[in-house]
């Protein structure tokens, strides 16, 4: 199980974007490399396939590696380590290091 979900906010901690937070907007498959909204930017650029058509510059968030963001628990707001607990049914959750909340 990932500790980072499509759909969390994160905190960078290394890196170019080191101190930036973002929503996670993918996972890769082997969950080892996520993409955050707004970071690691690249720039591609579009040339014009017609004559006439303007060429464009296409901004995409690149893949950055998981071990290098931590959670943002929205709970109490803070960067948290995030932990596993087995609930009841045997289905587990994520715990937030700082506030113990289920997250
Ligand atoms: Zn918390």
């Known amino acids: 199980m990932s500790k980072i979900k499509k759909g969390d906010i994160v905190l960078v901690t290394t890196g170019d974007d080191k101190g930036r937070t973002g929503k996670v907007i993918r996972v890769?498959?082997?969950?080892a490399r996520i993409?955050?909204?707004?970071?690691?930017?690249?720039k591609k650029h579009h040339r014009p396939k017609?004559?006439?058509e303007k060429g464009q510059i296409i901004e995409k968030s690149g893949f950055i590696f998981i071990s290098n963001v931590k959670l943002i628990c929205p709970k109490c707001?803070?960067?948290?380590?995030?932990?596993?607990?087995?609930?009841?049914?045997?289905?587990r959750k994520r715990i937030c290091g700082k506030c113990q909340a289920v997250i």
């Open 50 to 52: 017609k004559e006439g």
């Open 35 to 42: 993409q955050v909204e707004g970071v690691n930017i690249q």
């Open 77 to 91: 707001g803070k960067p948290s380590k995030v932990s596993h607990a087995r609930a009841g049914g045997g289905k």
């Open 28 to 31: 890769s498959p082997s969950a």
